[in-house]
């Protein structure tokens, strides 16, 4: 488990002051991204960690020990970024604000196909929700992945109409995937080969970092992204 590569990202994902272009940053320089898991202990990384994140980085062994055990018990995939099953065009459109570990839970291959992302309102009008239906269900039926976030709203009419018509969906959380559950709305219609789901950043993460979701989310999807937001009815396409 130690010597597992997104055990040691993990750790360091963990140590404070140690985000996201940090660390890609490392890994980078560590003949790019081709490493070994070894590559990532302490020794090597002095000249990239100050001395007080090297000594958070060397006492948080049990608080990742636990984590990664929950992530297991929980059935969550653990993806590397060095890994081939890491979607590429979160690579090359991110850059150095790729997610260094994506965690997922459901079909982790969904991540690879072609996708389009929703962003809306909680409280979208009737007539922005139709059209959010309506664009998800065309996408879906051509075989496109809808991707959302998972709050009420554009969120679940987008999830719950591509699963209606026999699509496929991914979920896109904020609060972390160790405190992911089914919401009522989806529970008919879940199926795990259609689904995946996915935090945007740590597996604990305070609400104010759940900002980062919209430009992640967006970003991450090679087409367009139909949208309605704070509750306006025009939809806008990138």
Not at 154 to 169: I, K, N, Q, R, Y
Not at 190 to 203: F, H, N, S, T
């Amino acid at each position: 488990m130690r010597d597992n590569i997104s055990y040691r990202l993990l750790r360091l994902l963990e140590t404070s002051g140690v985000g996201v272009a940090k660390i890609n940053s490392i890994l980078d320089h560590l003949t790019g991204r081709n490493i070994q898991a070894g590559s990532l202990n302490p020794q090597a990384l002095k000249g990239f960690l100050n001395e007080k994140q090297l000594i958070e980085l060397m006492s948080n062994l049990a608080r990742v020990d636990d984590i990664w055990k929950r992530l297991n018990e929980t059935g969550v995939r653990i993806i590397a970024i060095t890994e081939k099953d890491y979607p590429e065009r979160l690579k090359v459109l991110l850059g150095k604000k790729a997610p260094p570990l994506l965690m997922v839970l459901g079909n982790h291959k969904l991540l690879n196909k072609p996708s389009v992302g929703f962003c809306g309102s909680r409280k979208a009008s009737e007539k922005g929700l139709a059209t959010a239906r309506d664009c998800a269900d065309q996408l879906a039926r051509e075989g496109v992945n809808v991707v959302s976030g998972y709050a009420a709203g554009v969120d679940m009419a987008v999830h719950s109409v591509a699963l209606e018509c026999g699509g496929t969906t991914t979920l896109v959380l904020c609060e972390g995937i160790l405190h992911f559950k089914i919401k009522k709305e989806l529970k008919e219609l879940w199926d795990w080969e259609r689904i995946v789901v996915e935090p945007l950043a740590k597996v604990q993460m305070s609400f104010p970092k759940c900002l980062i979701g919209n430009p992640v989310l967006v970003k991450s999807m090679p087409y367009g992204c139909p949208t309605e937001p704070f509750g306006h009815d025009k939809v806008i396409k990138r």
